[in-house]
């Protein structure tokens, strides 16, 4: 079973872990079993995976911006 994360949160479901190494979209590094990232995550859309890495910048990023967002709406009030 693989803890995958999706947008409110981790879930835990069953998902097909790929039999080789996997490239990540976003930095390249190989992830699979002997690499330095040995569990990828599957993106949402099912066009490949990330590393952990690229997943929390990923994060930080969404939620800067979201902030930003917010302090825009609450400035122009």
Do not use: F
């Amino acid at each position: 079973m693989a803890v995958i994360p999706w947008k409110g949160g981790m879930q835990e479901r069953e998902t097909a872990r790929p039999a080789r190494p996997v490239h990540c979209r976003v930095c390249t590094i190989l992830i699979g079993k002997g690499y330095e990232e040995a569990r990828p995550i599957p993106l949402t859309n099912g066009r490949g995976y990330i590393c952990w890495q690229c997943y929390a910048s990923i994060r930080r990023q969404t939620a800067r911006r979201a902030a930003d967002r917010q302090s825009q709406d609450s400035s122009a009030r």
